[in-house]
C-alpha cells in the first residue's frame, strides 16, 4: 500500500509529467488569447515548425547524457544546407544524390568533432565552439556571404511543404529518426554505455566500455541529423543561405535540459526530450498567435533554459537532503532494536 | 625560462614570422595611420580578451560577453546622448557591465549550473532583449563624445594606452597579488583551494562580475571611435576573445597560462585579417580561419599535454 502510494509521488513529481502539464497550460492560455491557434491547420503547422530543431534535441539527446555538448549543430546546418544546394546546382547532381552526399558530409563533420574529442581528449565545449565557427564560416565563405539557392523542384519541396498520409510529410522522417534514438538509447547497450560513461568516465573505462568508440558514435549520429535536419530545412523555406539554423543550437540544448536530462550526463530520456521540443515549439508559435514581438521568444527561452537548469539543481539538492534524513532516521532506530 | 615560457614564446615567435612576412611581401602594412587604426580597433578586444583569460583560468568560460558588449555600448550611447557628462558614462557602462556579469556569477556560483550553459542562456537573452528595444536602430551621439572630445589622434593613442594600462596591471595582479593567485588555484583545483582556506564560488563570482565590468570599459572604448552605436557590435566578439586566449596559450582546463601570452595570441590574430587582405583571400573567409586557429591551438596543446603524459607514464 504504501509502496503504491509512493509511486503515484514518484509519477506525479517526474520531469515529464510536469512538462505536460506545462505544455497543457501553454494550449490552453495561447488557445484562449490567440485567433486560430486550437486548429488542426495550426498543430499540424507547429510540428512542421517543429522538424529540425526537433532532429538537432533527438541527436543532441545522447551527447549530453555521456556529459558532453555540441554546439556546432546549428552552424553544421548551415552548412550542409548550402553545399546540398551547391551539390546540385552547381554540380549538376540529382536531388536524391546531392542530399546522400550531404548526409556524408554532415557525418563526416561530426566525426571531426568526435577525432578530436576522442583522439586527443579535448573538452567537447572548446572543440565544437571551434567547429561552430569553422563551419558557419566555410558557409559565408563558399557562398561570399550572399548567394542564396532557390528554384528547387517542386517534387523536391513536398518533403517540406506538403502533406503525406495526412500529416506534413517531414514528420515522417522525424518519427523514424525519434524511433531509432529511442531505441538507441533506452533498448540497447549503447544507451547504457551512454550513461555510464556520463555518470562516471573512469568507473565506464574500468568496466571495460569502448569509450572512446561510444564517444565517436554520438557526435557521428549528431553531424548526420544536423545534415537530415538541413535538408529539410532547406525543403520547406524553398531556399538555402548561409545563416540557416544560426541558434538552433540553442534551442536544441534547452529542448533536452527541459526534458530533464541532466546537463553532467548520466540522466536523461528520449521521451523527455521530445516533450521539451513540443513545450518550445509551442511557445514559439503561440507567441506569435498573441501577436508578440518575434524577439520575446528568444527571450523566453533563455530564461527558461536557467529556471529549467534551476529546477533540476534545487531537486536534487531535495533529493540529497531526503536520503540524508532517511539515513539518519535508520542510523537512529537501531540502537533501539537491537 | 625557455622550457616554463615554451608556450608563450612559441606564440611570439609565430607572431614575429607573420610579421616578417609582412615587411618582406606587404611592406605597405607598416604604413603608420593604418597601423594605428587597426591597433585602436584591437584595443577594446584586448580588455575583453585580458577578463576573458582570467574567466578561462578560473576553469570557466563566459560566451554572453559579445551580447554584453552590445548592451553596455547601446546605454553609454544613450546615456551620452542625454547630454550625461563622459564621467558618469563611462562608469555607468562599466556597473552595467559588472551587474550582467553578475547575473552570470550568480547562476554559475551560486547554483552551481556549468557557466556553457548559463551563458549561452544570457547571450541570447541580452542580445534578444536588446534588438526588442532597439529594433536595430543606431544611437546618434553629441559632438564631443568622440575620441572624448579630443584630436582623432589622441584619442586612438588614448585607447591603445588604456589597454595596454589594463594589461600590465592585470598581468602583474594575476602574478604577484593574493586575489590573483586564487583566480590560478581555484582553475586548478577547486576542492584542495577550498581546503586551502579559500572560497571558490565567491572567486568565480569576483571573476564573473570583473568579466562584465572589463566589458562595459571595452564597450565605451568603442563607443568613442565613432559618431554613432551599433546595436549590433559586439557580434562575435566572444570568439575572438576565446580564440586569443587559446592561442596565447591559456589551458581551457583551467589554472594555467598568463596574460602575455594572450596579448602575443591577439596580435596575431589581428594581423590574419590585413594579412589576407594583402595575399588577396576574401574576407568571407574570417570566421572559417578563426575557428580553425582555435581547433589548431587546441590540438597543439592536446598532442603536447599527451606527449607529457606520454614520457612520465
Same mark, same amino acid.
Given at each position: ?12 513529481? @517526474? ?97 571531426? $568533432? ?100 561510444? &564517444? ?70 503561440? !507567441? ?42 535508520? $542510523? ?7 | ?9 612559441? #606564440? ?58 552590445? #548592451? ?5 550611447? !544613450? ?27 550568480? &547562476? ?22 536588446? @534588438? ?76 564573473? #562580475?570583473?568579466?562584465?565590468? &572589463? ?83 587546441? #590540438? ?14
Amino acid at each position: 500500500m504504501n509502496t503504491d502510494k509512493h509511486r503515484w509521488k514518484v509519477l506525479l513529481a @517526474r520531469h515529464e509529467t510536469i512538462l505536460l502539464f506545462v505544455l497543457a497550460l501553454e494550449w490552453f492560455y495561447f488557445n484562449s488569447v490567440g485567433r486560430n491557434f486550437g486548429s488542426l491547420d495550426n498543430s499540424y503547422d507547429i510540428l512542421r515548425h517543429s522538424v529540425e530543431i526537433g532532429l538537432l534535441a533527438l541527436a543532441m539527446t545522447p551527447i549530453i547524457l555521456t556529459g558532453g555538448i555540441d554546439l556546432s549543430v546549428g552552424s553544421l546546418l548551415g552548412l550542409c544546407a548550402i553545399l546540398f544546394g551547391k551539390l546540385w546546382r552547381d554540380a549538376g547532381l540529382p536531388i536524391p544524390v546531392a542530399a546522400a552526399f550531404t548526409l556524408g558530409i554532415g557525418a563526416l563533420a561530426g566525426g571531426l $568533432n568526435a577525432s578530436l574529442i576522442t583522439w586527443l581528449r579535448l573538452p567537447p565545449l572548446i572543440v565544437t565552439l571551434g567547429t561552430y565557427s569553422l563551419f558557419r564560416g566555410l558557409a559565408e565563405a563558399i557562398t561570399r556571404g550572399v548567394d542564396t539557392f532557390t528554384n528547387f523542384p517542386t517534387s523536391f519541396l513536398q518533403l517540406g511543404q506538403e502533406s503525406a498520409l495526412g500529416v506534413p510529410t517531414q514528420v515522417w522522417l522525424f518519427i523514424i529518426v525519434a524511433i531509432v534514438i529511442w531505441l538507441l538509447v533506452h533498448r540497447t547497450t549503447f544507451g547504457r554505455s551512454f550513461r555510464a560513461i556520463g555518470f562516471a568516465p573512469e568507473g565506464a573505462r574500468y568496466a571495460g566500455l569502448p569509450i572512446e568508440r561510444r &564517444l565517436a558514435m554520438a557526435y557521428v549520429l549528431a553531424g548526420f541529423v544536423a545534415a537530415l535536419a538541413a535538408i529539410i530545412y532547406t525543403a520547406r523555406l524553398g531556399q538555402a543561405k548561409a545563416d540557416a539554423g544560426t541558434g538552433y543550437e540553442l534551442f536544441a540544448i534547452t529542448a533536452v535540459v527541459l526534458g530533464g536530462t541532466s546537463i553532467f550526463g548520466g540522466v536523461g530520456s528520449v521521451r523527455g526530450t521530445l516533450l521539451g521540443v513540443a513545450a518550445i515549439a509551442v511557445l514559439n508559435n503561440g !507567441l506569435v498567435h498573441a501577436r508578440q514581438p518575434r524577439e520575446v521568444a528568444g527571450i523566453l527561452t533563455g530564461v527558461l533554459l536557467l529556471l529549467a537548469l534551476s529546477a533540476s539543481i534545487f531537486s536534487n539538492w531535495l533529493a540529497n537532503r531526503r536520503a540524508f534524513r532517511q539515513a539518519a532516521a535508520t $542510523n537512529s532506530e537501531q540502537p533501539n532494536s537491537a | 625560462m625557455l622550457k616554463r615560457h615554451f608556450r608563450e614564446l612559441s #606564440v611570439a615567435a609565430a607572431l614575429a614570422l607573420v610579421l616578417l612576412a609582412l615587411a618582406v611581401f606587404a611592406p605597405s602594412f607598416y604604413q603608420p595611420q593604418p597601423l594605428l587604426s587597426l591597433l585602436t580597433r584591437e584595443a577594446p578586444t584586448l580588455v575583453v580578451a585580458c577578463g576573458m583569460a582570467l574567466v578561462i583560468v578560473a576553469r570557466q568560460i563566459d560566451i554572453s560577453v559579445g551580447s554584453q558588449f552590445a #548592451v553596455c555600448s547601446v546605454c553609454a550611447g !544613450l546615456l551620452a546622448s542625454a547630454k550625461l557628462p563622459l564621467a558618469l558614462t563611462l562608469p555607468g557602462s562599466v556597473a552595467l557591465g559588472a551587474l550582467m556579469g553578475a547575473v552570470n556569477g550568480a &547562476l554559475v556560483a551560486g547554483l552551481r549550473l556549468p557557466s556553457i550553459v548559463v551563458t549561452l542562456a544570457t547571450m541570447v537573452t541580452w542580445r534578444e532583449a536588446l @534588438r526588442w528595444q532597439q529594433q536595430g536602430a543606431f544611437v546618434n551621439l553629441p559632438d564631443g563624445v568622440q575620441w572624448f572630445g579630443f584630436s582623432q589622434l589622441a584619442g586612438q593613442w588614448m585607447l591603445i594606452a588604456v589597454a595596454l594600462v589594463m594589461l600590465v596591471a592585470l598581468a602583474l595582479v594575476t602574478k604577484h597579488f593574493a586575489a590573483g593567485r586564487f583566480i590560478y588555484a581555484v582553475g586548478s583545483d577547486a576542492e584542495a583551494a577550498r581546503l586551502a582556506g579559500l572560497r571558490p564560488q565567491l572567486t568565480t563570482f569576483g571573476v564573473f #562580475v570583473f568579466m562584465g565590468a &572589463l566589458t562595459g570599459l571595452a564597450a565605451m572604448m568603442n563607443v568613442v571611435q565613432a559618431p554613432q552605436v551599433d546595436p549590433k557590435s559586439g557580434t562575435g566578439l566572444e570568439l575572438k576573445a576565446i580564440a586569443a586566449v587559446v592561442v596565447g596559450g591559456v589551458a581551457i582546463s583551467g589554472g594555467r597560462g598568463n596574460l602575455w601570452g594572450v596579448f602575443a595570441g591577439l596580435l596575431l590574430l589581428a594581423c590574419i585579417a590585413p594579412a589576407l587582405t594583402h595575399l588577396h583571400v576574401e574576407a568571407y573567409w574570417e570566421k572559417a580561419i578563426q575557428g580553425a586557429i582555435i581547433l589548431l591551438a587546441v #590540438v597543439a596543446d592536446g598532442v603536447r599535454s599527451r606527449k607529457e603524459k606520454g614520457s612520465h607514464g
